[in-house]
């Protein structure tokens, strides 16, 4: 519809528009339906256009409508080795930012970006993050395809084991933006 183009002239306006179509949404299905939103945590991050605040607007606006659980992407897909370190740093950027966010809206429940890039190391960390409170949940994208015993291992064994892990290659990533079937390109050999 042209009409809803006049939304997106502002972050503000974009709000709204997912606002009401929630609401929308809402009114078709059952009252009983739990919604979650997906959020590119990095868009509020430092180094871009959006800041904190803004954030805190979104939630604001999504908790009283009804919205109480959040999943967090961190829109960096590609970690070269070399990498790993300031990939890591970023991370713990988005952990601060989770955590400021916990502090002013502790009703809401949060699901973590992927932990691929921690191997082995991903079963504590998620571990220290829930304990802190910072997640309620913990994300695991990209592993899942690459290792699709890795929760088994970790409650039943001694946890992941690295040559198991995903090498974060990126080719699952390929397929879906190809539209095809999601699979890791590794294990399926």
Known sequence: ??????????????????????????????????????????????????????????????????????????????????????????????FSCIQKLKIIFPDILTISPGFTMYKENAQYLGKDLLEKKIFDFIGFGRQALAYADFANDIIFHNGLVEKKCCIMCGECSKLRRTGKQVKCLRNSK
Do not use: C, M
Request: glycine share 2%; proline share 1%.
């Open 1 to 94: 519809n042209l009409k809803d183009y006049a939304y997106f002239s502002t972050y503000y306006d974009r709000v709204i528009y997912v606002i009401n179509l929630i609401k929308e949404i809402k009114n078709i299905i059952s009252k009983d339906f739990l919604f979650t939103l997906r959020i590119d945590i990095s868009e509020f991050l430092k180094e871009k256009n959006l800041h904190f605040e803004d954030l805190i607007y979104l939630v604001y606006n999504l908790r009283d409508i009804g919205v109480w659980i959040y999943s967090f992407t961190a829109k960096k897909y590609y970690i070269k080795p070399q990498k790993i370190e300031e990939f890591q740093n970023y991370y713990n950027d988005i």
